[in-house]
């Protein structure tokens, strides 16, 4: 409870003014949320040591209006950028001081330092990587046939071990990916995490760059197009590559071209998955960092779930909306239809390419492992890597967003028992 007598400890927070609003929060907690202007000038009085009456009266003073800050500073005090402070508005000198180290996130690569990171991404290596793109794409205009279709992933011999290469490589391009990511957002100055998370049901790979917040907003595309970035430079590079083998610059063993095909064509199918604009991919954020939407995904959901509830004429559970932007509520109403187009041909590839592919293979895989060395050893591993590499990370996905649908479907019918 908060009186007015009473003054507030304020954690120190970054600002960035986002249209109307302004976003507030922590970067070593990783917690953001956006607010009028008036408010941050009312945080300000209590940093500065004002009680909370005393920053009633001046904000009286020049609105006209008395603020209601007990619900506000609730709120805050629950997102960890305010407490109560009896003495001083200094939060170093609060002996609860060591207790808010538990709620600091733990960053990853922390310790890179941003001159590096500066540098890595620093004006002279953009333009090398742009004059190794413009390369490649001359290479591929005098020798179309290095630039690889979908028959690349088609290996002549050793599948097996041509697949298991392909995997290896493929996650550690991932890795790379993700670290494009972490180090541009270094050179922000914003630290990062890496982790795994998943868009419906496919695992993915992602870094936490929540702390971008905390900058303006044009200094944000950097860090996250850095990850498309290095997966088209690494793309061109081999194509490259391949492009003085086809010269006979070079010479490449025949499993190593292959091998950088199918890369290659990974990249592309990389690319394409980033265009998916319907879940959160490294486009999808620079699109919503565009606009100025600061939830565009949550906010695009809830809009749909309202329109469907107008529709069968049932206002409880409607969740208002009057209080995001007329600008951003534009830009939810046009990017709803691309969710739900988006989001129907995803279940339905899931329904009827995904998971009858899947339960072939698996029959196949099955009747290979029980069988054991008795049908040959080479079958018996062909079906333990194909079991372990593509259908464990599918199988994990699908069992994930399922469980999330089943909470989301409970904590639904929680919400509608208490409103009834």
Same mark, same amino acid.
């Given at each position: 409870?908060?009186?007015?007598?009473?003054k507030?400890?304020?954690?120190?927070?970054?600002r960035?003014?986002?249209?109307?609003e302004?976003?507030?929060?922590?970067?070593?907690?990783?917690?953001?949320?956006?607010?009028?202007?008036?408010?941050?000038?009312?945080?300000?009085?209590?940093?500065?040591?004002?009680t909370?009456?005393?920053?009633?009266?001046?904000?009286?003073?020049?609105y006209?209006?008395?603020p209601?800050?007990?619900?506000?500073?609730?709120?805050?005090?629950?997102?960890?950028?305010?407490?109560?402070?009896?003495?001083?508005?200094?939060?170093?000198?609060?002996?609860?001081?060591?207790?808010?180290?538990?709620?600091?996130?733990?960053?990853?690569?922390s310790?890179?330092?941003?001159?590096?990171?500066?540098?890595?991404?620093?004006?002279?290596?953009?333009?090398?990587?742009?004059?190794?793109?413009?390369?490649?794409?001359?290479?591929?205009?005098?020798?179309?046939?290095?630039?690889?279709?979908?028959?690349?992933?088609?290996?002549?011999?050793?599948?097996?071990?041509?697949?298991?290469?392909?995997?290896?490589?493929?996650?550690?391009?991932?890795f =790379?990916?993700?670290?494009?990511?972490?180090?541009?957002?270094?050179?922000?100055?914003?630290?990062?995490?890496?982790?795994?998370s998943?868009?419906?049901?496919?695992?993915?790979?992602?870094?936490?760059?929540?702390g971008?917040?905390?900058?303006?907003?044009?200094?944000?595309?950097?860090?996250?197009?850095?990850?498309?970035?290095?997966?088209?430079?690494?793309?061109?590079?081999?194509?490259?590559?391949?492009?003085?083998?086809?010269?006979?610059?070079?010479? =490449?063993?025949?499993?190593?071209?292959?091998?950088?095909?199918?890369?290659?064509?990974?990249?592309?199918?990389?690319?394409?998955?980033?265009?998916?604009?319907?879940?959160?991919?490294?486009?999808?954020?620079?699109?919503?960092?565009?606009?100025?939407?600061?939830?565009l995904?949550r906010?695009?959901?809830?809009?749909?779930?309202?329109?469907?509830?107008?529709?069968?004429?049932?206002?409880?559970?409607?969740?208002?909306?009057?209080?995001?932007?007329?600008?951003?509520?534009?830009?939810?109403?046009?990017?709803?239809?691309?969710?739900?187009?988006?989001?129907?041909?995803?279940?339905?590839? =899931?329904?009827?390419?995904?998971?009858?592919?899947?339960?072939?293979y698996?029959?196949?895989?099955?009747?290979?492992?029980?069988?054991g060395?008795?049908?040959?050893?080479?079958?018996?591993?062909?079906?333990?890597?194909t079991f372990?590499?593509?259908?464990?990370?599918?199988?994990?996905?699908?069992?994930?967003?399922?469980?999330s649908?089943?909470?989301?479907?409970?904590?639904?019918?929680?919400?509608?028992?208490?409103?009834?």
């Amino acid at each position: 409870m908060y009186t007015s007598e009473m003054k507030v400890a304020v954690f120190p927070f970054s600002r960035q003014e986002e249209g109307s609003e302004v976003v507030i929060g922590r970067a070593d907690t990783g917690v953001f949320l956006s607010v009028p202007p008036d408010a941050v000038e009312i945080l300000d009085l209590l940093a500065a040591g004002k009680t909370v009456g005393r920053a009633q009266e001046i904000y009286r003073a020049k609105y006209g209006v008395i603020p209601e800050l007990e619900e506000f500073l609730d709120i805050l005090q629950a997102k960890g950028l305010v407490r109560p402070s009896e003495a001083t508005g200094a939060y170093e000198s609060s002996p609860d001081a060591r207790t808010d180290a538990s709620q600091r996130r733990r960053y990853h690569f922390s310790n890179i330092p941003q001159s590096v990171a500066r540098a890595l991404f620093g004006p002279v290596v953009l333009t090398m990587q742009g004059l190794i793109v413009t390369l490649a794409a001359v290479a591929v205009f005098r020798a179309p046939t290095i630039f690889p279709g979908r028959s690349a992933f088609v290996f002549p011999h050793d599948k097996t071990l041509m697949m298991l290469c392909l995997v290896l490589m493929g996650y550690a391009t991932v890795f =790379l990916h993700e670290m494009g990511h972490l180090v541009a957002a270094r050179a922000r100055g914003v630290s990062s995490r890496l982790g795994i998370s998943r868009r419906m049901w496919v695992l993915v790979a992602e870094t936490d760059m929540t702390g971008l917040w905390s900058v303006p907003r044009r200094q944000r595309y950097l860090p996250m197009l850095a990850g498309p970035m290095i997966d088209v430079t690494s793309a061109a590079i081999m194509l490259l590559v391949l492009f003085a083998a086809y010269r006979h610059w070079i010479l =490449l063993p025949t499993p190593v071209q292959e091998l950088m095909s199918a890369m290659c064509f990974v990249y592309m199918m990389r690319l394409l998955w980033q265009c998916y604009f319907f879940v959160r991919t490294d486009f999808y954020y620079v699109i919503a960092n565009f606009f100025g939407c600061k939830s565009l995904m949550r906010d695009t959901e809830v809009y749909v779930r309202n329109q469907f509830l107008r529709l069968v004429s049932s206002a409880r559970s409607r969740v208002d909306q009057s209080y995001i932007p007329a600008a951003e509520r534009r830009v939810i109403r046009a990017y709803a239809w691309i969710w739900m187009l988006g989001r129907a041909v995803a279940l339905l590839s =899931l329904f009827f390419i995904t998971i009858p592919v899947m339960l072939s293979y698996l029959t196949t895989c099955s009747k290979a492992l029980l069988a054991g060395f008795s049908a040959g050893r080479y079958a018996f591993f062909d079906a333990l890597f194909t079991f372990t590499f593509i259908f464990v990370p599918i199988l994990i996905g699908l069992v994930w967003w399922g469980g999330s649908l089943v909470r989301r479907r409970r904590l639904d019918d929680i919400r509608r028992a208490y409103a009834t």
